[in-house]
């Protein structure tokens, strides 16, 4: 296979993000062809023994295994490290399979774990459940207060784990705060930078470690596979990440790979005109309802922070109708956005977090990260503004607002 410019960091490292993300990672066969090819294999053949030998052996480049390297996949792992600023990346089967890893991979018994109150909630219950069981402490704080973070380090704290902004409250983290903080106490952060990607936001940039992703939402962009990738230093992903990786076997289908990569090209043009969807959609209806999340909006706690830390807001928020009953009427009246769970889709898609996403934690867990009974979250698509913002309107009004 022909290595091309898009494998080569001298040069893609010069490319501007534009760039990057529709060349960064291109690896050409023989047959040169423009679009990216699908590698569907899980094995690859030897032209003699020495060589099999010699790769296994580390000693010479080359496939082995699928569930190891694989050419599709690897582009699209060039890609994402190349768009994030960061020296490596894996791609993972799901973004929890990515935050698993990232998290398992450094992990023992005995250490800390600092995570964000408001996350995801299977985010969270890798923190209430999973590490736990296996001897690793957790505490989980309120993300937005910078002296919670400091107060929280204990002696064995080994990670800070949270998203920004987060799923589904819209809590903004300050990254150059608690990343800083991390760094000048030897702690490694780890942001799950899903509801953002790297072209609104560069957690790296500011002083984290390992940034972790559903490539499932922005970054395929249309509802069609799940994916994840863990990105950080050279380091990191060869020392820890890799030998976890290899051995427990999280590992993306080169299909689904192959379709991410593709995605990441539009990333940014849909990343950026979502998030203008989204400032609009809000400001639209933010005098009907009773509470509103959103960091695009003045309104929002963390306003300033978000628009400074971050290119452009997103395509996600959240507002609060009083009860579960109104959410229900609310999304039952819709005629063009769609009842759907999923985020970062072209579609714009609206949920009830407390029946959905975050059915699975205990009332008084969701009651503490804010996931009330009457919040819906919405993601804001591509479609016209105005047919958004008039079927918004119309449901609103059946739901008696
Ligand atoms: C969706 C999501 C995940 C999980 O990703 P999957 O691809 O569904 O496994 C993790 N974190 C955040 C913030 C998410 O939105």
Redesign the pocket.
Known sequence: MKKTTGMDRAITKRWRPATQAVRGGTWRSEHGETSEALFLSSGYTYDDAQTVADRFAGEADGMTYSRLQNPTVAMLEERIALMEGAEACRAQA??????TAALLCQLSAGDHVVGARA??G??RWLLDHLLPRFGIETSVIDSTDNAAWEAAIRPNTKVFFF?TP??PTLDVVDLECVCGLARSKGITTVV?N??ATSALQRPLDFGADVVAY????LMDGQGRV???AVCGSQQFIDELLLPFQRNTGPNISPFNAWVVLKGLETLSLRALRQSENAVALGKAIEDRVPRMLHPGLASHPRHQMAVTQMVATGPIFAFDVGTREKAFALLDALELIDISNN?GDARSLMCHPASTTHAGMTADAREEMGVTEGLLRINVGLEDIEDLVDDMGQALEKAGF
Do not use: H, V, W, Y
């Open positions: 799901s973004g929890m399979a990515a935050m996350a995801f299977s985010c998203e987060a799923n799950d899903a509801f559903s490539a499932t939402k799940l994916a994840g985020i």
